[in-house]
Each structure stands twice: as structure tokens, then as C-alpha cells.
């Protein structure tokens, strides 16, 4: 063989083995092949590590977006009814209390105007001739006004020469007072009284019933007697 032939040879074996390359290993994988079908792993992003000493926030919690200035007028406005509903109910309170001590100051002032007048009726037509004078200066008490004026006059001009006279004793009794006109400070009452009369020339009791009716004033924390009227 001619030294051309075998250069033309190597050439052509060289060639070939650059362009197929050699079988690899069995059980191995080429290098190239690896690197070819292998995908480039990409970089992780970098996150800022915690502030030392302060707990990472949830994921949540970093995602939420910010609370509007429009949701907080709206929370003030919903407690806008509440307080003048409680408003509205104190008030309510204050008038229902009031309501319920004007009755109850009023009842007070009756039940004392009516006991005074029950008291001071029964006293007042009340008698007898041998303690006429005391029972007089003790009535007196319970009287005022004019009236009282006009009750010391008819006892001394009329009443006491009468009962001495004839030796009378009379027992009154209210069996019972109606409140007829009432304001403040101020009462007037209807009394059926029943009298009881014995005397020199009536040996058994005679028995009257009238009505009368009374004014009652307060003065000071006392109610007494300022007019009377018989019928």
C-alpha cells in the first residue's frame, strides 16, 4: 500500500472520530449529555431575614391590605344610635321617676291634711261643761286664721253659758272625710260627723249626724283648721 493511500486512510478514520465520538462506558452517561438535559437550577429569591428579637408576621397578617379611612367613620357611625337610644331611655328614667314622686308626695300631703281634719272635727264639737276651758284652749291649737278668731268668740259668748247651764256633754265622731279641693298647702274636705248629746234635761244620748265641710292650711309642717262649715 502506497504512503498516499494510508494518510487518505488516517484522514478519513480521524474525521470519523471526531465526529462520533467513542462509545461511552457501559453504565455510565456521557458528560456532555448530562450537562445538556440537566436544567440550569434557578436562584432562589433573597428574603431579608427577621428583625432580631421580633417574631416573622404571619403570612396573612403581611398580606392583608391596610384598613381604609372609609371603614372608620362607619364603625363611629353605628355608635351614634346606640348613644341617643341611651340617651332617649335616661331621659324616659328622669320623667318616669318624677312621675312617681309627685303621686307619692301628693298622698303624703292628703293622708295628713285628712288625718288633721278628722282630729281637729272631733276636738272642735266635742265638749263638756266641767272642763269646757281646757278643751277650748286645746282646740285653739289646732286652729288658725280668722277662724280661729270667730271659734273663741262663739265659745266664750255662746257655747260655754249654754253647756254650763244645762250640764251638756257632747262626743263627736267623724266616721268618715272625702277630699273635695286639693293644692298646695291646701285642702278641703267633706266630714259626716256623728254627735252624741247628754245633758241635764237628756238623760239618754241624742244622736245627730251632720256634714261638714273643712279647710285645712299647712303652716309650717302642721295642717289646721282655717274655715268650717255646718249643714
Known amino acids: 500500500m502506497s504512503s ?5 486512510r488516517r484522514r ?13 462506558e457501559r453504565g455510565t452517561a456521557p458528560a456532555v449529555r448530562t450537562r445538556e438535559t440537566r436544567p440550569t437550577p434557578r436562584p432562589a429569591p433573597a428574603v431579608d431575614p427577621p428583625a432580631q428579637g421580633r417574631p416573622e ?3 396573612a397578617e403581611r398580606e392583608a391590605p391596610p384598613a381604609t379611612s372609609a371603614a372608620r367613620p362607619r364603625r363611629s357611625r353605628l355608635f351614634v344610635p346606640w348613644i341617643a337610644l341611651a340617651a332617649a331611655l335616661l331621659v324616659l328614667g328622669v320623667v318616669a321617676g318624677l312621675s312617681l314622686a309627685a303621686p307619692t ?11 288633721a281634719a278628722r282630729t281637729g272635727i ?11 276651758d281646757a278643751q277650748a ?27 254650763v247651764k244645762n250640764k251638756t256633754v257632747v262626743q ?16 278641703k274636705v267633706l266630714a259626716f260627723v256623728n254627735q252624741a248629746t247628754v245633758g241635764a234635761d237628756q238623760k239618754q244620748p241624742a244622736l245627730d249626724q251632720n256634714r261638714v265641710i273643712a279647710t285645712l292650711t299647712r303652716v309650717g309642717d302642721r295642717w289646721l283648721i282655717s274655715e268650717v262649715q255646718a249643714f
Request: aromatic share 4%; hydrophobic share 35%.
Open 12 to 24: 478519513v478514520a480521524g474525521e470519523r472520530s471526531r465526529t462520533r465520538p467513542s462509545e461511552p
Open 172 to 187: 263627736a265622731r267623724v266616721s268618715d272625710v272625702g277630699v273635695m279641693e286639693e293644692a298646695e298647702g291646701r285642702v
Open 105 to 115: 308626695a301628693q298622698a303624703a300631703q292628703t293622708r295628713a291634711a285628712t288625718s
Open 57 to 59: 408576621p404571619a403570612r
Open 137 to 163: 284652749a286645746q282646740i285653739e291649737g289646732l286652729l288658725t286664721g280668722s277662724f280661729k278668731r270667730e271659734f273663741v268668740q262663739a265659745m266664750d259668748q255662746d257655747i260655754k253659758p249654754l253647756a
Open 122 to 132: 272631733e276636738q272642735m264639737l266635742s265638749y263638756n261643761y266641767k272642763t269646757i
Open 4 to 8: 498516499s493511500a494510508s494518510r487518505t
